[in-house]
């Protein structure tokens, strides 16, 4: 397992793998517009859902984009084909181009692209004749040994990772020391000193320490080759593109733009002449060869585009342009060159189709810019074919190799000499059957000898890459992080970073940042994953294993998910913590401002809003809420507040915190800290009051009520909205109660004990019944009916009706509680009645009736004043009854009494009568207990001889009236 995870880990070499990370995770935020999102604290409007009609025009426009995509493809395809039948009879090459070779002396020089470097396994694989690797000069090799293996006298990989043209220009004349800078290949001599490099000092082995009297052995090399092939350009076109980031992705983009790229190319064309000539120099007579760069990031160039065409709109296919930017200048350059040296050639190695047709087998790992091991092998397939095979005629090579077209062939028309390798003894057809094969993969994908010899070759670890490259050129990674963050309002997030970029302006804190992302191994986790979903999951839909075309979209729902994962943040947290213990109170200070103020320009974002909506859905929360409100909690101080609270309490107790096994883990520890301190407490409330202006909470809320109470209620019936507004005015009510408090400490004590992905499962209705149910909470209840003039009495008359009617009579919890004598619950359930309880739940059942009588006198309404006497009797009915369940019938016939005189308060005598007489049936004290009354039927309640009487209950709190009395 170790093996295939480290296969996918991603070698992020050179100053692009910063700066590509960058591009990625600043895309999610750069194709929308910035709100004003300053003002009020208040919840905007709630989202509608979608009609039929909207749903039916985007299903309508999705099927004619799909349309328009495949007629394009269609086109597209006829085109090549008419294309590939136009061929004219034009040459390849000029007919005298081609040189004589008895045998072949195979160099390459250049950047990592020519050393091999290959992020499956995280190291540069520069082979030679003595012990091969697998950059494309070690295919190109055995390519040429296939056929006729004493061809090959030798071939040697001098290539270096990371190397720009400035840097060879020392090292091809190293008496110029303008150009010294040894500090450059600091990275790669990190990695070369590592234990499991399959090629372990063989940098040091052929330039020791880079200084002058080191580079003989290059020298020699050079001088004895016949074929020297290169990859120069890349990273110093990088380096200067670096510096146009901020402008292009400032939207202020002109034609402006196209003068500096060719400012910057005109540079690049100036450094490889210089190369050329000191090159011939040293051999005037070996067969130089420049190539064209494939596609960087080959699997993300849909989603480059994407991003940069929010920027550059009048650019079609802008990845393509800048790539060709690059590739034009090396062309143009040769061309330059060929005019006096003839020795100079430039092949193009990139089918732009057939790069983009096979990407995830060419390029499979998707943040690394170099090609995989098939890659490497095709750019070897094409330079052999190119080079060796006698055909020049361009119509009759189509025929050869079928996948070359027009476009691949006139890219480098008459800028290279065919090379005269094999004499007359194989024809070109047996050349392509042994380097080609019968069919476009038959060679390309078949293991042959290197790629067997490296089956089981142990993989660098991501941890380790990152590492040497960040510690090997920390200056430079500082200043690019700090230039980042300072343009990060060029790239679509109006954050003020001012707070962090003076945090990290201090060596000490960016060194404890930064070790702890690499050491925590965060970064590993979060590609490998990453790297993972899109080989092995259709994200793309197109029904073929993997994913083929990586969108912007694709992407940012993919990070989305492994961010809400275990081992994409606590590692970092973990690593954090050991790294806390050490600063000092000043330190922490400065900490926890950095935090805050980020936090707030984060949350104040809308982008950072609707990324932060989608990590939040990824944990499965019980309680759901609209995207609009979620935005508008995040605005809200009382969030800022309460994080804040949970940070001091991080920074100030870090060693609470070490090695915690899960996310759940980190958030219950800090729950379990936090949940009596008062401050957090009235946090929660105050943001909990916000969450019920949302109709997607109040409906989370109202579900899982339903679902645990077994109410026969659903989403479309009429009394759902009766009973979500109801819940919410009566939760409201109790918010700012001391009630309430209890209820939330209760059920933060449960998540400290329960992992928070099965928060669902948590008995809320349990915990409500124990902490309400004991004299505390009886007294509780008991002040907040009598204090708050506002307690909406008519909202929990409509809950205790909707309870009761839509309960089933023999399964719910609700009836069973009621009825079963022998009933057996959970220990959280059992209210535990005792004589201090019932009188005090008398009491709680007397006041509430003294509020429903009282505004069923006042009420002119019919209805209305039926939701009342309901209410009324059934409250009542079921003191008696669990009056009669745990303290005995004899005492819920004394005290049915006191409930007369509690109606008779603020009514005339003849009014509670009445009152009476409809919810009991009773037209007096002494006929209440008469036979066939309410009162009576719950004295026999749990007697067997009597089971009728059970019956009549039920049926009676189901209609919410005793039998025919109404």
Same mark, same amino acid.
């Given at each position: 397992m170790k093996i295939k995870r480290r296969r996918l880990l991603i070698a992020l070499s050179g100053s692009l793998i910063v700066s590509a990370s960058a591009l990625i995770a600043t895309a999610c935020a750069v194709n929308q517009d910035n709100g004003d999102n300053s003002g009020s604290t208040e919840l905007p409007p709630v989202n509608q859902d979608k009609t039929d009609q909207q749903k039916a025009a985007e299903q309508k426009a999705a099927e004619q984009k799909a349309a328009e995509q495949k007629a394009a493809e269609q086109k &597209? *395809?006829?085109?090549? $084909? &008419?294309?590939?039948?136009n061929l004219n009879n034009n040459l390849l090459t000029s007919p005298d181009s081609r040189i004589k070779l008895d045998k072949l002396n195979l160099l390459a020089l250049g950047d990592s692209v020519a050393a091999g470097f290959n992020g499956e396994y995280g190291y540069q694989l520069s082979g030679d004749s003595k012990n091969a690797g697998l950059s494309y000069i070690d295919f190109l090799a055995n390519f040429v040994k296939s056929v006729d293996e004493t061809k090959l006298e030798s071939y040697d990989n001098y290539a270096l990772t990371g190397s720009t043209l400035k840097n060879w220009l020392y090292l091809l004349n190293s008496d110029d020391q303008s150009q010294s800078n040894q500090n450059s290949f600091n990275f790669l001599r990190s990695l070369d000193s590592k234990e499991d490099n399959p090629f372990k000092d063989s940098v040091k082995e052929k330039f020791g320490s880079f200084s002058k009297d080191d580079l003989n052995k290059l020298y020699e090399k050079i001088k004895s080759a016949n074929l020297i092939t290169i990859n120069l350009g890349a990273n110093d076109y990088l380096n200067a593109l670096k510096n146009l980031f901020p402008m292009i992705f400032s939207g202020k983009v002109g034609f402006s733009l196209l003068t500096d790229i060719n400012? @910057?190319? &005109?540079? @690049?064309? !100036? +450094?490889?002449?210089?190369?050329s000539e000191l090159i011939k120099k040293m051999n005037p007579n070996a067969q130089v060869v420049f190539l064209s760069y494939p596609m960087p990031l080959l699997r993300l160039t849909d989603t480059l585009n994407e991003i940069i065409k929010t920027k550059i709109s009048f650019f079609d296919d802008p990845a393509d342009l800048i790539l060709g930017f690059l590739n034009n200048a090396i062309k143009s350059a040769v061309t330059k060159l060929r005019v006096d040296n003839k020795n100079v050639s430039f092949i193009d190695v990139y089918d732009k189709d057939d790069w983009a047709k096979n990407s995830d087998t060419f390029a499979p790992t998707i943040f690394d810019i170099h090609p995989g091991t098939i890659g490497y092998k095709k750019i070897a397939q094409d330079l052999f074919l190119k080079l060796f095979l006698k055909q020049n005629n361009q119509k009759e090579l189509s025929n050869l190799i079928s996948n070359w077209d027009k476009i691949y062939f006139t890219n480098d028309e008459n800028k290279f000499n065919k090379l005269n390798l094999f004499n007359q003894k194989y024809s070109d057809r047996e050349l392509v059957q042994k380097v080609y094969g019968t069919s476009e993969k038959?060679? =390309?994908?078949?293991?042959?000898?290197?790629?067997?010899?490296?089956?089981?070759?142990?993989?660098? /670890?991501?941890?380790?890459?990152? !590492? !040497? %490259?960040?510690? /090997?050129?920390?200056?430079?990674?500082?200043? =690019?992080?700090?230039?980042?963050? !300072?343009?990060? &309002? #060029?790239f679509g997030f109006p954050l003020d970073l001012s707070s962090l970029l003076n945090f990290i302006n201090d060596d000490q804190n960016f060194d404890w940042i930064v070790d702890s992302l690499i050491n925590s191994e965060v970064i590993t986790n979060l590609l490998f994953n990453l790297q993972n979903a899109v080989n092995t999951d259709d994200l793309d839909q197109n029904g073929i294993a993997g994913t083929q075309k990586i969108t912007l979209a694709i992407l940012k729902d993919q990070f989305v998910k492994m961010l809400s994962k275990d081992d994409a943040i606590l590692p970092f947290i973990n690593t954090l913590v050991l790294g806390l213990k050490t600063k000092t109170d000043q330190q922490k200070s400065s900490i926890k401002k950095v935090v805050s103020d980020f936090l707030k320009t984060t949350f104040e974002n809308d982008q950072m809003g609707t990324l932060l909506f989608k990590l939040v859905e990824q944990l499965k929360l019980p309680l759901e809420i609209s995207e609009t409100s979620f935005k508008g909690v995040l605005k809200n101080q009382n969030l800022l507040d309460?994080?804040? =609270? $949970?940070?001091?309490?991080?920074?100030?107790? /870090?060693?609470? %915190?070490?090695?915690?096994?899960? =996310?759940?883990?980190?958030?219950?520890?800090?729950? #379990?800290?936090?949940?009596?301190k008062q401050e957090f407490i009235d946090l929660i409330k105050k943001l909990f009051r916000l969450l019920l202006k949302d109709e997607s909470f109040k409906t989370s809320i109202?579900?899982?009520? @339903?679902e645990e109470a077994e109410l026969k209620i659903k989403p479309e019936d009429n009394n759902f909205k009766l009973f979500k507004d109801s819940l919410a005015n009566v939760v409201d009510g109790f918010l700012t109660k001391d009630i309430f408090d209890v209820l939330i400490k209760g059920v933060l004590s449960k998540i400290d004990l329960t992992n928070l992905n099965q928060i669902t499962n948590l008995p809320f209705a349990d915990l409500i019944k124990s902490k309400i149910?004991?004299? +505390?909470?009886?007294?509780?209840?008991?002040?907040?009916?009598?204090?708050?003039?506002?307690?909406?009495?008519? /909202?929990? $008359?409509?809950?205790?009706? @909707?309870?009761?009617?839509? #309960?089933d009579t023999e399964t719910s919890s609700l009836y069973r509680e009621l009825f079963e004598k022998n009933y057996s619950s959970s220990s959280e359930s059992k209210i535990g009645f005792g004589w201090d309880i019932f009188g005090k739940l008398k009491e709680v059942i007397s006041e509430f009736s003294v509020l429903l009588a009282s505004e069923y006198f006042k009420e002119s309404n019919s209805e209305i004043k039926d939701v009342y006497k309901k209410a009324m009797y059934r409250l009542e009915i079921t003191f008696y009854t669990f009056a009669t369940k745990y303290l005995g019938a004899w005492f819920a016939w004394s005290t049915a009494y006191d409930f007369i005189n509690v109606w008779l308060r603020g009514a005339e005598e003849s009014e509670s009568y009445r009152l009476q007489e409809l919810t009991m049936g009773a037209k *007096?004290?002494?006929?209440?207990?008469?036979?066939? #009354?309410?009162? %009576? $039927?719950t004295y026999h309640i749990y007697d067997k001889w009597y089971p009728k009487y059970a019956k009549d209950l039920k049926e009676s709190l189901v209609k919410g009236y005793w039998k025919d009395l109404k």
């Open positions: &597209a *395809a006829e085109q090549k $084909a &008419a294309d590939k039948d400012k @910057i190319t &005109a540079v @690049i064309q !100036s +450094d490889i002449n210089k190369v038959d060679i =390309l994908l078949k293991l042959d000898e290197l790629q067997i010899k490296f089956k089981n070759v142990k993989h660098s /670890s991501m941890k380790d890459v990152v !590492s !040497s %490259y960040v510690n /090997s050129n920390k200056t430079e990674v500082k200043m =690019l992080v700090k230039t980042m963050f !300072s343009q990060v &309002a #060029s309460l994080i804040n =609270l $949970a940070v001091n309490d991080f920074l100030e107790n /870090s060693d609470q %915190y070490v090695s915690l096994a899960s =996310l759940n883990q980190f958030l219950s520890k800090l729950i #379990s800290r936090l949940k009596d109202t579900t899982k009520v @339903i149910f004991n004299l +505390d909470g009886m007294l509780f209840t008991l002040n907040l009916i009598k204090e708050d003039n506002n307690f909406d009495i008519h /909202s929990f $008359a409509s809950l205790v009706n @909707i309870f009761f009617e839509t #309960s *007096a004290d002494k006929k209440m207990w008469q036979v066939g #009354s309410p009162s %009576y $039927a």
